[in-house]
């Protein structure tokens, strides 16, 4: 069975930092494209970030300069460093992987992902 566990969420004053961490198991994703996604109080659902299996990446316009995703494959394991946080990065923070193998873009572009994690809170307090 296939899950993606993220944690890291939590408190933090506007400014701070967080880092959320997504582990998988089930399957290896190292070939596969992951993103995080997040979904704040009367908010769509966003694209924050995503990575491709050789690490190329995409960030949504809110959080360019501000937050990093990376991976460490060897752990199966997705990472989202978030510096200068705002009170508007309030939201469940969720993890996503792809289970086919394609092109950044196009995971951009679909924003379809076929594993999902359980979510994360983030709270920033301004």
């Known amino acids: 069975q296939v899950q993606l566990v993220e944690s890291g969420g939590g408190l933090v004053q506007a400014g701070g930092s967080l880092r959320l961490s997504c582990a998988a198991s089930g399957r290896t994703f190292k070939t596969n494209g992951m993103g995080w996604f997040r979904r704040g109080p009367g908010k769509e659902r966003e694209l924050v970030a995503a990575?491709?299996?050789?690490?190329?990446?995409y960030y949504g316009d809110s959080v360019k300069e501000r937050f990093t995703i990376f991976r460490d494959n060897a752990k199966n394991t997705l990472y989202l460093q978030m510096n200068s946080l705002k009170p508007e990065d309030t939201a469940v923070y969720y993890c996503?992987?792809?289970?086919?193998?394609?092109?950044?873009?196009?995971?951009?572009?679909?924003?379809?992902?076929?594993?999902w994690g359980q979510g994360t809170q983030v709270t920033v307090s301004s």
């Open positions: 996503a992987a792809d289970g086919d193998v394609r092109p950044i873009q196009v995971l951009v572009r679909l924003r379809e992902f076929d594993y």
């Open positions: 990575i491709s299996w050789n690490g190329e990446t």
